[in-house]
């Protein structure tokens, strides 16, 4: 993770609508997320269906996340996880 420019942000926040989007394809049961990666504060910065987690923008990136990106996946494609409770 490098820190992120506010070239970087730009780009990012552009893409918010694109959570939306795929929120309102897969259904209120698919949470959809889009993380900032900088290395000064990696967390959500869009979020849709977070009732599903309870996490919020600001939040931080998950454990997994950090996993995949630590071995060097592309962490751009889906994931499949459950929380405690079981969703």
Do not use: F
């Amino acid at each position: 993770m490098n820190e992120l420019t506010e070239s970087d942000y730009d780009i990012l926040h552009a893409m918010e609508n694109i959570v939306d989007g795929i929120a309102a394809m897969w259904g209120e049961h698919t949470e959809v997320l889009l993380h900032s990666l900088d290395s000064n504060n990696p967390s959500i910065i869009k979020i849709a269906n977070g009732h599903i987690t309870g996490r919020e923008v600001g939040a931080p990136i998950t454990n997994i996340a950090l996993v995949k990106l630590n071995e060097g996946k592309d962490v751009s494609d889906a994931y499949i996880t459950k929380s405690p409770d079981g969703k």
